[in-house]
T-cell receptor, first 116, second 108 residues
Framework: DVKVTQSSRYLVKRTGEKVFLECVQD?????MFWYRQDPGLGLRLIYF???????EKGDIPEGYSVSREKKERFSLILESASTNQTSMYLC???????????????FGSGTRLTVV | QKEVEQDPGPLSVPEGAIVSLNCTYS??????FMWYRQYSRKGPELLMY????GNKEDGRFTAQVDKSSKYISLFIRDSQPSDSATYLC????????FGAGTTVTVRA
């Protein structure tokens, strides 16, 4: 069964800390995505990557960075966590086609981050 | 203006009722139209998707797409308490664009 695994289900961090959220996929997918999900706002794309060491800004990249050193791993970094980054973070992956085929796009279970 | 608009609800219906959900969108380039279901504390799971205008049925679920009006719908017939979840519409081009999600509660 294909899988996208996010390393932590729940995290509590202090304001100003550097935070790493990790995502690993075992499907050999080229594309990987980081979203945040907030009530009433749905899923918003933070960053995505279509290849190793490649990254593209999504709709809300401010305050975040990403790293993709290996094909299977995509990390989201909060350089200096703030309370407005308290949210559910979801990782996803899909094959590297021109557009996303729904049946091939897989989400992780999410990391609920609380910044205090 | 958001690319995808979806009423966040919440929506509460009695068991056995028809649940009607819809989204509007502005980008004509979208290729696929999807509905995801998300249970509490879980990631979204793909429920149904369509590629073109028209209807698609899968058991108690029917998805409709009207590209001329830029409007998509999801209907759940004979709703069950296990259908209680957040339903998100999404559309894809190079990336996915999501609606806000509608929280549905089916009362036993």
């Amino acid at each position: 069964d294909v899988k996208v695994t996010q390393s932590s289900r729940y995290l509590v961090k202090r304001t100003g800390e550097k935070v790493f959220l990790e995502c690993v996929q075992d499907m050999d997918h080229e594309n990987m995505f980081w979203y945040r999900q907030d009530p009433g706002l749905g899923l918003r794309l933070i960053y995505f990557s279509y290849d190793v060491k490649m990254k593209e800004k999504g709709d809300i990249p401010e305050g975040y960075s990403v790293s993709r050193e290996k094909k299977e791993r995509f990390s989201l970094i909060l350089e200096s966590a703030s309370t407005n980054q308290t949210s559910m973070y979801l990782c996803a992956s899909s094959p590297g086609w021109d557009f996303i085929i729904p049946s091939s796009n897989t989400f992780g279970s999410g990391t609920r981050l609380t910044v205090v | 203006q958001k690319e995808v608009e979806q009423d966040p609800g919440p929506l509460s219906v009695p068991e056995g009722a028809i649940v009607s959900l819809n989204c509007t969108y502005s980008n004509s380039a979208f290729q696929y139209f999807m509905w995801y279901r998300q249970y509490s504390r879980k990631g979204p799971e793909l429920l149904m998707y369509t590629y073109s205008s028209g209807n698609k049925e899968d058991g108690r679920f029917t998805a409709q797409v009207d590209k001329s009006s830029k409007y998509i719908s999801l209907f759940i017939r004979d709703s069950q308490p296990s259908d209680s979840a957040t339903y998100l519409c999404a559309m894809s081009g190079v990336k996915l664009s999501f609606g806000a999600g509608t929280t549905v509660t089916v009362r036993a």
